[in-house]
């Protein structure tokens, strides 16, 4: 687009078709040569413009006031605009409320992430890390190998990285197929998780910028499960004779891999009582 503010009695009129800008009204030569040097322009793709370079035709007409017998005449002068690109970051668009996550289980973080990139088409790496109460001793994040992508978990930052060019919708489906595990299946940590996505793309347009990385996070909300408490017994039957008092099970033991305290018990006969 080329743009005018009319002034000094100059008005411009754009044609989009044909990409001329005209001038018209009369008006002293220093007032069209304020008006020719306020002419602007401005490309409105803002994404992924074409980084051709433009060519701009000034043309300018007389107005033969002295009456010279040629009549009005028109000269022109060219300009280049050399159009230069900028790198867009890529967008990843997670799953705005909260991951429930119920002891035991394997889900994935985001089944339905949405990842976008308006001037390139291909992607080079991302890396997917639990920042938040993160335990290495629980937590672990899995991917399997797929389109050319890669993954390597790194449990002492809590961090899997994929690596290896592909595009954004092999690059979409790999983090969608991420998936979180607290391996503590007895009683785990119940603080919430927040799990950050970082994305980088190619500039393959080949951007001034270079390399742009982005981020997104989604929390997971662990929920854990009672267990039961556990009782062991002496294996072999205890003996009695007859008139005795003995212990049932003097050797019994008592378990509960989540809880601390018992609220009650019951022992009953049950057979041949």
Same mark, same amino acid.
């Given at each position: ?23 018209? @009204? ?7 040569? +304020? &008006?020719? #040097?306020? *002419? =602007?322009? %401005?490309?409105? !793709? ?20 002295? @009456? ?7 000269? +022109? &002068?060219? #300009?280049? *605009? =050399?159009? %230069?690109?900028? !790198? ?186």
């Amino acid at each position: 687009v080329l743009a005018l503010n009319n002034q000094s009695g100059i008005s411009g009129s754009w044609d989009a078709v044909t990409g001329t800008l005209t001038l018209s @009204g009369t008006a002293s030569k220093a007032d069209y040569q +304020t &008006a020719l #040097r306020s *002419i =602007i322009y %401005q490309n409105t !793709n803002e994404d992924n413009p074409s980084i051709a370079n433009r060519t701009v035709v000034f043309s300018v007409m007389d107005g033969n006031s002295n @009456g010279e017998g040629l009549g009005m005449l028109t000269t +022109t &002068a060219t #300009r280049d *605009i =050399i159009v %230069q690109a900028v !790198n867009d970051a890529p967008g990843v668009i997670l799953t705005g409320s909260p991951l429930s996550y119920t002891e035991s289980a394997i889900i994935a973080v985001d089944a339905d992430l949405v990842l976008g990139d308006v001037d390139d088409t291909t992607v080079v790496g991302a890396t997917v890390q639990i920042t938040g109460n993160y335990l290495a001793s629980e937590d672990v994040l899995s991917f399997d190998d797929q389109s050319g992508i890669s993954g390597s978990w790194d449990a002492v930052t809590g961090t899997l990285t994929l690596s290896g060019t592909a595009s954004k919708a092999d690059y979409q489906t790999a983090l969608r197929s991420i998936t979180y595990q607290n391996t503590n299946n007895d009683n785990p940590s119940i603080a919430n998780r927040t799990v950050v996505f970082s994305v980088t793309d190619d500039n393959s347009n080949g951007e001034g910028s270079g390399m742009l990385t982005t981020t997104a996070t989604r929390d997971i909300v662990v929920q854990a499960v009672n267990d039961a408490p556990g009782v062991i017994l002496t294996g072999s039957p205890p003996s009695y004779t007859e008139s005795a008092i003995i212990a049932v099970d003097a050797g019994l033991i008592l378990e509960d891999v989540d809880d601390t305290t018992v609220v009650g018990a019951t022992v009953q006969i049950t057979g041949n009582y």
